[in-house]
């Protein structure tokens, strides 16, 4: 579980999920804590402390349920489900473990901040959508809250322990690229695009912010219109795509498809004779898409060419060079001392897991 509600879209598209920056070597470490002797004395349903601190059996049926839900699969036998719980129930255990910590050093989010992060999550609502997306999600108000605050709080302990002690000097980065530069050597031009999709094909789950579909061909030509008049007259084409495209893959990142080589595009001779034609920041006419078996209009698209990277080797004194490097240096040191962090902060804590130890003792013959 690698995050804790950094996306707002799948905050309230999914269920707030309880992800949180554990690494997955400290997610998977042995819950089953040493049992024999064992006379702790707790209520029923209490599954585990963590200092002290109860965590419910309520809560972790709770999240086992999420896990459930996003795996999308046949129920699992008793053996898979009581696994599943105990992968729920260690990274429950791990989030408390530094929600304590970020407590003791005065980081635990305010209300006022959460309020602000909230407000902006609602910003791309309005009340009613708001509310019918709480409901889908069978989730409250109070629950988006105290999601965001534990979110909040970790992302303040990882920036005073982590994220403030790392630094990447010019010369870094000059020695990854000098021992990397045939990466940088492109042998293709690449085209960074970003598409609108709009199809007629049923589909079982909305992909956009809007929970927008067209339902029929007539249905998805006057779409994806209207969705070109809107770009016409200037309306952004990420926000657009984020309300209404019916691209699972891009819809929640604004459209982006990445860099993709002429070659690629070649897939589909209109794409790429009405992408050549662009200049950056420009966007196509609307293009058909047809099924790749019976040739038939299948929906609609709608093409942004946000930047082009000639064929050939990329200088260290390209600034989205440096960028790259730079983000990328930054995130693997991050990585490292999370690693190290939490492992520290697991030996400090005193857990005491009684569900594996009810596993244990029901199983162990």
Do not use: W
């Not at 909230?118 to 069978?138: C, G, I, P, V, W």
């Not at 956009?208 to 952004?236: F, M, P, V, Y």
């Not at 260290?316 to 040191?333: A, F, N, T, W």
Request: aromatic share 6%; with cysteine; hydrophobic share 40%.
């Amino acid at each position: 579980m690698k995050r804790l509600l950094t996306d707002t879209h799948a905050v309230l598209s999914g269920r707030l999920q309880r992800q949180i920056s554990i690494p997955v070597a400290l997610l998977m470490a042995a819950a089953l804590f040493p049992v024999a002797g064992c006379k702790t004395e707790h209520q029923a349903d209490v599954v585990a402390t963590v200092n002290g601190h109860a965590i419910m059996k309520a809560e972790m049926d709770k999240a086992y349920e999420q896990q459930l839900g996003q795996q999308q699969q046949q129920p699992p036998s008793e053996d898979q489900a009581n696994s599943l719980r105990l992968n729920v129930l260690r990274a429950l255990i791990d989030e408390e473990i530094v929600q304590q910590r970020a407590a003791k050093m005065n980081l635990t989010a305010t209300n006022e901040e959460v309020d602000a992060k909230l407000a902006e999550m609602k910003a791309r609502y309005t009340d009613e959508q708001f509310n019918q997306q709480l409901k889908a999600s069978n989730t409250t108000l109070d629950e988006v809250k105290h999601d965001l605050r534990r979110s909040l709080t970790q992302n303040k302990l990882l920036n005073k322990e982590i994220n403030s002690k790392i630094t990447v000097t010019d010369a870094d980065v000059a020695n990854y690229f000098n021992q990397h530069k045939s990466e940088y050597n492109l042998i293709q031009t690449e085209y960074h695009l970003a598409q609108i999709l709009v199809t007629s094909v049923p589909s079982a789950q909305p992909v956009n912010l809007q929970n927008s579909k067209a339902t029929s061909d007539i249905e998805a030509k006057k779409k994806i219109q209207a969705l070109k008049n809107r770009l016409d007259s200037g309306e952004d084409f990420g926000t657009l795509a984020m309300n209404f495209s019916e691209q699972p893959e891009t819809a929640p990142n604004g459209g982006d498809m990445g860099f993709v080589t002429a070659d690629q595009m070649k897939a589909d001779p209109a794409v790429f004779n009405a992408v050549m034609k662009l200049k950056p920041g420009h966007v196509t006419d609307i293009l058909p898409l047809l099924d790749a078996q019976s040739k038939k209009p299948a929906g609609y698209a709608v093409y942004k060419l946000i930047a082009i990277e000639p064929a050939g080797q990329r200088e260290l004194k390209d600034p989205s060079v440096q960028q790259q490097i730079r983000q990328q240096l930054h995130e693997g040191r991050s990585q490292l001392l999370k690693n190290a962090y939490f492992e520290m902060l697991r030996d400090q804590a005193k857990v005491e897991n009684f569900f594996a130890e009810q596993i244990f003792k029901n199983d162990a013959h």
